[in-house]
């Protein structure tokens, strides 16, 4: 009888693998706080003593659960080197809760009466609420996730995923990298020089720890000696308080503030069933098997436990799971991360990090991650089908551009309406289009790359289909929403410019589709060269 090998809960690499997937659930923490606190005049107790303990809880949860679905492939595989899916607050939607739900919801209930306290519990309660209506949709999406990994092409997987990793953890993060350029470009340097470049080190510290320690002392150092970014000061954090995030029935009563929000909501739990599918897809592709479901499953379960338990942000598995893997990191990261990140929401001290790092030093690994993702994502798929990653990138780019100029920071809302109207004789206007475009671009970019796949590998008829399934999403606008916020709604109810650009993207849609019908009618050649007849491609 061949005894069972003994497996290592920690390896060198899972120091790398923590500090950087801990940095990556600060950086949302942060981001979250900046919004509410800085643009919306939140009351920073609320968000550290209420808000963060839940979430950071969802982290725990998620995190206990993967490092547990880690160890057991690795026990049913007899490997070594499984990397655990690593978990953490998702940054597209936690910003659009931040920005789009809570803080107008704060501007809202006081507009109504509410005095500030009122109105932050208030808005508490709808962050919660908001929660469990997004896990509860990932919880009963997660039994189809395997059904439409085998439906969606590689490429399609990858290339959606891709293309956000470049413009939203790519590019985003590089922008607050360099609002600070010393501090954020030597600290994103040497982050290359020890993850990419494999470079070594004068001493034994791990290298992404090693970066964050000098980004750091530059960032204070150079700041206090007045050759630092114009404005800098000393943050002034909030005391530690100890905090536990027991179960509450808060969420009850903020259910009834969702009910305007639905269409933002819905869409956002949507998009991380079609996240969670591409990031399973991604860990595939880097040798590690994880069932579809078991990761939706899981995440939909953290995501409950935070709205429980006070949390305002929804967790979900991060697409680095192959650059985690690259840094040497096995299952001890994700265990780690998950107690330093859930004890951290209950002692206070994620709190304390939070307005203590700088941005400009926590922003470059997520830039690294972007990055790694994004070149994956053409070495997984197979070669001919490499425009079609390419083309997935694109609808990435205009939803980074409608983060920005949506951003109240950026430009007034009345003026933002304004710029989204008007018609000229060259078509819909920019901005329109860019935010058309920009809303549902996961599975906007899903949706085009699987159809041009169906075009390379000859089935014009799939194509076809495919392109019609994007007509109907059209119109209810799971894609191309015309509601700037990117809301969904009966296509019935739009009026005026709004039905208009519906009409003309389901209208795209529908043309292209019919056009791809009649051409498949003739006789053509399967991707080998043979010629076929126009049923046998289909």
């Known amino acids: 009888m061949t005894a069972t090998p003994h497996r290592r809960w920690f390896v060198a690499g899972d120091i790398n693998g923590f500090f950087g997937l801990v940095v990556d659930n600060l950086s949302i923490l942060g981001f979250i706080s900046a919004a509410l606190i800085g643009i919306f005049q939140f009351p920073a107790d609320v968000v550290f003593t209420r808000m963060?303990?839940?979430?950071?809880?969802?982290?725990?949860?998620?995190?206990?659960?993967?490092?547990?679905?880690?160890?057991?492939?690795?026990?049913?595989?007899?490997r070594d080197d499984v990397t655990a899916m690593p978990l953490g607050l998702d940054a597209p939607t936690s910003i659009g809760m931040a920005l789009l739900v809570l803080g107008p919801a704060f501007v809202a209930f006081k507009q109504q009466g509410m005095d500030e306290q009122a109105a932050a519990t208030a808005t508490w309660q709808l962050g919660m609420a908001s929660l469990m209506v997004m896990g509860t949709l990932k919880l009963v999406l997660s039994f189809f996730g395997d059904a439409i990994t085998r439906a969606v092409p590689r490429a399609a997987l990858l290339g959606s995923i891709g293309g956000a990793a470049l413009a939203l953890l790519g590019f985003l993060p590089l922008i607050e990298t360099l609002r600070s350029p010393v501090v954020g470009f030597v600290t994103f340097g040497l982050l290359m020089y020890v993850l990419v470049a494999k470079g070594k080190l004068p001493i034994r510290l791990p290298g992404v720890l090693l970066a964050f320690i000098v980004g750091t002392v530059l960032y204070y150092g150079l700041g206090m000696a007045g050759l630092g970014t114009p404005g800098f000061q000393l943050p002034n954090p909030a005391p530690l308080r100890f905090t536990l995030p027991l179960?509450?029935?808060?969420?009850?009563?903020?259910?009834?503030?969702?009910?305007?929000?639905?269409?933002?909501?819905?869409?956002?739990?949507?998009?991380?069933?079609?996240?969670?599918?591409?990031?399973?897809?991604?860990?595939?592709?880097a040798g590690d098997d994880?069932?579809?479901?078991?990761?939706?499953?899981?995440?939909?379960?953290?995501?409950?436990?935070?709205?429980?338990?006070?949390?305002?942000?929804?967790?979900?598995?991060?697409?680095?799971?192959?650059?985690?893997?690259?840094?040497?990191?096995?299952?001890?990261?994700?265990?780690?991360?998950?107690?330093?990140?859930?004890?951290?929401?209950v002692f206070g001290y994620v709190s304390g990090l939070v307005q203590w790092l700088p941005i400009a030093v926590l922003a470059p690994i997520i830039v690294y991650v972007?990055?790694?993702?994004?070149?994956?994502?053409?070495?997984?798929?197979?070669?001919?089908?490499?425009?079609?990653?390419?083309?997935?990138?694109?609808?990435?780019?205009?939803?980074?551009?409608?983060?920005?100029?949506?951003?109240?920071?950026?430009?007034?809302?009345?003026?933002f309406a304004a710029l989204y109207s008007g018609v000229d004789s060259h078509g819909l206007p920019d901005l329109a289009t860019i935010v058309t475009l920009g809303n549902g671009f996961i599975i906007t970019a899903m949706i085009w790359s699987s159809a041009l796949v169906a075009m390379i590998d000859q089935r014009f008829r799939r194509a076809a289909a495919i392109l019609l399934i994007g007509a109907v999403l059209t119109l209810f606008g799971f894609i191309h929403s015309v509601d700037p916020r990117g809301s969904i709604y009966l296509p019935w109810h739009l009026e005026g410019l709004a039905r208009a650009i519906m009409g003309q993207f389901a209208g795209?849609?529908?043309?292209?589709?019919?056009?791809?019908?009649?051409?498949?009618?003739?006789?053509?050649?399967?991707?080998?060269?043979?010629?076929?007849e126009p049923d046998a491609a289909d």
């Not at 969702?258 to 860990?283: D, K, R």
């Open 247 to 285: 179960p509450t029935l808060g969420f009850v009563d903020g259910l009834r503030y969702t009910v305007p929000y639905l269409p933002l909501l819905l869409p956002f739990g949507l998009l991380m069933v079609v996240g969670g599918i591409n990031v399973s897809e991604s860990a595939r592709a």
């Open 52 to 78: 963060f303990p839940g979430t950071a809880l969802g982290v725990l949860v998620g995190n206990l659960i993967y490092t547990a679905m880690a160890r057991r492939l690795a026990q049913r595989s007899g």
């Open 508 to 532: 795209a849609y529908v043309a292209l589709a019919l056009l791809l019908g009649l051409l498949s009618l003739q006789r053509h050649a399967d991707p080998a060269g043979t010629r076929v």
């Open 290 to 345: 994880y069932r579809t479901r078991d990761v939706l499953l899981a995440e939909a379960v953290s995501t409950l436990v935070a709205g429980l338990c006070g949390g305002v942000a929804q967790t979900t598995p991060y697409i680095g799971q192959p650059a985690y893997k690259h840094m040497g990191a096995r299952m001890g990261y994700t265990l780690l991360t998950g107690l330093f990140i859930g004890l951290g929401g």
């Open 370 to 415: 972007g990055m790694d993702i994004t070149v994956q994502a053409f070495h997984e798929s197979p070669r001919r089908h490499a425009l079609a990653v390419a083309l997935a990138f694109l609808p990435s780019i205009a939803y980074l551009l409608v983060i920005k100029v949506g951003n109240p920071a950026w430009i007034d809302p009345a003026r």
